[in-house]
Structures are given as structure tokens and as C-alpha cells.
């Protein structure tokens, strides 16, 4: 099935590290939205970006919408072992109202 | 404030028969989806409901349907189930924007469903 391209695709950090992911898409969107999905769960909403160059902050999460409308970024600050989960972005297209899920970020992180 | 809620948490059938999954939807939502989820992947959209009607759907095959009730809970349906339908089916549920998508959705925590 169609996926968007998220990366890394794994990653181990130390606890205190701050975390970077990214996810591209090769067609325009026009919403983001960011998840965090335990293992066994479902996904649970951490950030929903609806315009180019929105920044948008939930505790120590930030993501931007990138202004191409084809990307999206997701950065977590000073990690804590909590923060262990895989990571999906997700987009909606023009005049569509399906999400299109990335391949997911793997985060571990270590005490 | 009721979440999205999924039944059952898990279910076990064997090749060829018919499943049922249920859903229903955050309080104050309209719209639900449906993805399924295999192993180590994202989710894959299978449809949504709105109104009571299918509004768009993904490529999978007639074998899924679903179905919304008036009160905005709805039911997705698996017939003929093959091993390759062994999966994590989500519901998520939105609220309908007025003017065009860009609906927020919300995930219940999903059905395990095992073909033998």
C-alpha cells in the first residue's frame, strides 16, 4: 500500500538528547498530522498541522509543516525513557479525506 | 469525554469465514475511518463513513464493507477471510469541517484479528 517516506527509520538515544524526524511526500498535503503508537495500541495524536510553515508545539514536541506542502518535521526535546514508541506522520491530500501513513520512526531511548 | 472505542480487543478466526469488527466514535464526532494495520507497517486507509454512507475508500477489495448507524457507530465487515488479513484494524474517528477535509482523527486502540 502507498506510504510516505519517514526517517530515520530507527534510532537510539541517549535520555536528555533531543530528536529529529522528518517525512516527505512526493504530492502536495494538506494537513499533517503527527502520532505516537505504543506497542499493541493505537495511534494517539500528538500535533495536527494544517497550513504551509505552521510551527506548533505540544510540551516538549514541535512540528512544522514545510512550506513545499510536501514535508513535515517532528522534534522532541531533552528525551526521556517515556518517549520509547514508533513514531508515524501522517498526510491528507487536496480534495481527499484519506490520511496516508509514513513508515514510522522507531524511537528507543537510554537511560 | 468518552474516547474512540473498538470491539472486541482481539479475535481469532480461520480462512474462509466472516468477521465483524465494531466502532465507535469519540463524543461530538461524525465521521469514522477504518485502516488496517499490518506487522512493523503504518496503517492503510480502508474507508470512511459519513452520513451513513461510504465517502471514500482504499484499495481493498469488495471482501471489506462497512456500515455507519445513525447514532455515528459504525461496523466494518471482513467476508471470506484469508491469512494475509491477520492485522491490527483501527477505527478513528473526526469531526466533519464544513469547508472541505482537513479533519483531525482520533484512533481507538484497534481490533487484533489472527486468521488461521
Known amino acids: 500500500g502507498q506510504q510516505l517516506n519517514q526517517s530515520p527509520q530507527s534510532m537510539f538515544i541517549q535520555e536528555g538528547e533531543d530528536v529529529s524526524m522528518n517525512c516527505t511526500s512526493s504530492?502536495?498535503?494538506?494537513?499533517w498530522l503527527w502520532y505516537k503508537q505504543d506497542p499493541g495500541e493505537g495511534p494517539v495524536l500528538l500535533i495536527a498541522?494544517?497550513?504551509?510553515?505552521e510551527l506548533t508545539s505540544n510540551g516538549r514536541l514541535t512540528a512544522q509543516f514545510g512550506i513545499t506542502r510536501k514535508d513535515s518535521f517532528l522534534n522532541i526535546s531533552a528525551s526521556i525513557p517515556s518517549d520509547v514508541g514508533i513514531y508515524f506522520c501522517?498526510?491528507?491530500?487536496?480534495?481527499?479525506?484519506?490520511?496516508?501513513f509514513g513508515t514510522g520512526t522507531r524511537l528507543k531511548v537510554l537511560a | 469525554d468518552a474516547g474512540v472505542t473498538q470491539s472486541p480487543t482481539h479475535l481469532i478466526k480461520t480462512r474462509g469465514q466472516q468477521v465483524t469488527l465494531r466502532c465507535s466514535p469519540k463524543?461530538?464526532?461524525?465521521?469514522v475511518s477504518w485502516y488496517q494495520q499490518a506487522l512493523g507497517q503504518g496503517p492503510q486507509f480502508i474507508f470512511q463513513?459519513?452520513?451513513?454512507?461510504?465517502?471514500q475508500r482504499g484499495n481493498f477489495p469488495d471482501r471489506f464493507s462497512g456500515h455507519q448507524f445513525p447514532n455515528y457507530s459504525s461496523e466494518l465487515n471482513v467476508n471470506a477471510l484469508l491469512l494475509g488479513d491477520s492485522a491490527l484494524y483501527l477505527c478513528?474517528?473526526?469531526?466533519?469541517?464544513?469547508?472541505?477535509?482537513?479533519?483531525?482523527?482520533?484512533f481507538g486502540p484497534g481490533t487484533r484479528l489472527l486468521v488461521l
Open positions: 478513528a474517528s473526526s469531526l466533519r469541517i464544513q469547508r472541505g477535509p482537513r479533519e483531525t482523527q482520533y
Open positions: 504530492s502536495i498535503f494538506n494537513t
Open positions: 498541522l494544517y497550513k504551509a510553515g
Open positions: 501522517a498526510g491528507q491530500g487536496v480534495g481527499t479525506y484519506k490520511y496516508i
Open positions: 463524543s461530538g464526532h461524525d465521521t
Open positions: 463513513y459519513y452520513e451513513e454512507e461510504e465517502r
